[in-house]
């Protein structure tokens, strides 16, 4: 087979005529090669003049060149003229100067008050879906509690075995650690005092009316809470949310009620056991570093901690193990019917969790605090 032609390479050749700058394009011009140098009118011309001969293929790089000799000549005081060049090439070389005339886009991002305004909105609707999934768990349970035979006991008791026993390893690992770094951390000031024996008091307050039954939720939020979303969100993509829904079995009352229970009747328990290894983990470290015994420490301990303390923190468990199954139950009910809907509801699952059980953990604290407990 013959060779194909070779495709001449781009070429600009300049030439006086008459006092006029004569420049003329041709060959084959592509934005990938470097395009030819052109120095500029030159000195005493009255005028450039722009032709086309032998031109081949050409893409936007001729434009750009030509508009760069135009932007010369206007610097240079020199009139140009393009009525030679070809009328497609004119068109182009005329739009393109227009939108360069016209200077940087124009900055089309929101201002700060719309974005205020657009996430205080955001806030609004998420808020009145959250009171709206609320409302419609509380009318499922009212509904169940007149008539309990129609409630899912099995699965119910499956899920308390998922989110309670499962998840003791996880949740005795992190209390644990909790009260060892409660105890070094309370050491470094109380030995400055004199005050070792009050590690105790210290460990245990604060596992017992707080870290207990938060950390608990935290590791329930990114266990349990993101797997009810992740479980839901994959039914509502296999429409099989739907499918209930078409056999007129209300998947609040089918699906969500005996994750609730079972969140709300095993965090508490799950609390008591943090309770317990937090306090063991201080009293390890008080042992160890402060050559406290553990009969000193418990008799200690039990000076400041009394029934309302411990009652305390089941109260705030039961109500974070609410929270925790709303959120995840909430998030999967809402997420897209796609394997990226889902990711995104397991993590909003777990990120709208934390947020309510700071805010819950704070109110309880302002409550507590007026009550006297």
Do not use: H
């Amino acid at each position: 087979m013959p060779d194909a032609p070779a495709i001449p390479a781009a070429a600009v050749r300049t030439e006086a005529e008459r006092g006029v700058c004569v420049v003329t394009v041709g060959g084959g011009w592509s934005i990938t090669a470097a395009p030819p140098a052109w120095p500029g009118p030159p000195a005493g011309a009255t005028g450039v003049v722009l032709r086309a001969a032998d031109l081949g293929r050409w893409d936007s790089s001729l434009p750009f060149f030509l508009a760069g000799v135009r932007r010369a000549c206007r610097a240079a005081g020199v009139p140009c003229d393009d009525a030679a060049l070809p009328p497609r090439l004119r068109d182009l070389l005329a739009q393109l100067e227009a939108v360069q005339a016209g200077g940087a886009p124009q900055d089309r991002a929101d201002s700060l008050l719309t974005a205020v305004g657009l996430a205080t909105r955001e806030v609004g609707v998420q808020a009145r879906a959250i009171l709206d999934f609320v409302g419609e768990c509380a009318l499922s349970a009212g509904r169940l509690a007149r008539s309990p035979r129609r409630f899912r006991w099995a699965d119910c008791a499956a899920e308390m075995q998922q989110c309670g026993a499962m998840a003791l390893p996880i949740v005795s690992l992190i209390s644990f650690l909790v009260g060892v770094t409660l105890a070094y951390t309370g050491a470094i000031v109380l030995r400055q005092f004199g005050g070792d024996i009050w590690i105790a008091d210290l460990v245990g307050l604060s596992m017992v009316r707080e870290m207990g039954a938060v950390m608990t939720a935290v590791v329930l939020a990114g266990r349990t809470g993101a797997a009810y979303a992740a479980t839901l969100g994959n039914m509502k993509a296999n429409e099989e949310i739907d499918a209930l829904a078409t056999l007129g079995i209300p998947p609040v009352q089918f699906l969500v009620l005996p994750r609730l229970l079972a969140l709300a009747v095993m965090m508490p328990v799950l609390a008591l056991y943090a309770n317990a290894l937090g306090i063991l983990g201080g009293l390890v470290v008080a042992y160890s570093l402060l050559a406290i015994p553990p009969a000193a420490f418990w008799v200690e301990m039990l000076t400041i901690i009394d029934l309302s303390d411990v009652a305390s923190g089941v109260i705030k468990a039961a109500a974070f193990g609410l929270i925790v199954g709303l959120s995840g139950c909430l998030r999967g009910l809402q997420a897209e019917r796609s394997a990226d809907g889902v990711g995104r509801a397991t993590t909003s699952a777990v990120v709208t969790a934390l947020l309510l059980l700071v805010i819950a953990d704070a109110l309880f604290a302002v409550l507590f605090n007026v009550l006297g407990i």
